[in-house]
């Protein structure tokens, strides 16, 4: 009887240890799962923090080399072509005005690029809404409007790009329009459009606004 009772003790024993060591592997277990739940959690609000929208804001800048003030859009305008010729074709072109300050002396400009990949590219058509723009080509240098720089950078290696002087009364269609549109041609190739309208020419209004204040 005695010896009875000191196996089952024994096997209680035995019993008791195998749930500890259990209950242990069970809290380690927990344990381990939270933390990487909170590694994962502080892994993507490092990612969250890392992608920031870029703000919208009006860029204004001297020019240290030449003491000139440009005013720029912070994002160019993109125009999307309306149709495509193929795969590689690049569907993009840009506009955006800007304005030079020297000494008190306020000049305007509209910088107009697009893809020049099927030949040269004659001088484009600007509309406006349904407007045709009569716009001043300007031939000089980027030193000639006093600036170091230009004002916006050119997207690709193939891009073809244009200034012209800007007129008050450009800028006061750029300012209410709801639809803006580029026309390029090379020789006597088909006429590429480019458009853009909408929120996608918001940043028009907003530079009117900055340079008119």
Not at 84 to 89: D, E, L
Not at 194 to 208: C, D, K, N, P, R
Request: charged residues 20%; proline residues 6%; glycine residues 6%.
């Amino acid at each position: 009887m005695t010896r009875s009772v000191e196996l089952q003790a024994d096997t209680t024993r035995v019993d008791v240890d195998a749930f500890r060591q259990t209950a242990r592997s069970k809290v380690r277990t927990a344990s381990l799962h939270t933390v990487a739940v909170a590694l994962a959690a502080i892994g993507v609000l490092n990612l969250s923090a890392c992608t920031v929208a870029p703000t919208e804001q009006q860029a204004e800048r001297l020019d240290a080399n030449t003491g000139t003030t440009v005013t720029v859009m912070p994002k160019p305008i993109e125009l999307v072509v309306d149709r495509t010729t193929g795969a590689k074709t690049d569907p993009f072109a840009y506009l955006a005005p800007f304005e030079t300050n020297r000494m008190g002396s306020h000049e305007l400009f509209l910088w107009v690029t697009a893809p020049q990949v099927a030949g040269e590219l004659g001088v484009p058509k600007v509309y406006c809404g349904d407007q045709l723009i009569a716009l001043d080509r300007y031939d000089g240098t980027i030193a000639d409007v006093g600036l170091s720089s230009p004002p916006y950078k050119a997207p690709a290696p193939w891009s073809a790009q244009w200034y012209f002087k800007l007129s008050g009364e450009v800028l006061d269609c750029f300012a209410s329009t709801t639809r803006v549109r580029v026309v390029t041609q090379a020789g006597s190739a088909t006429p590429e459009t480019y458009s853009a309208e909408g929120q996608a020419i918001a940043g028009l209004s907003t530079f009117v606004s900055k340079v008119r204040t």
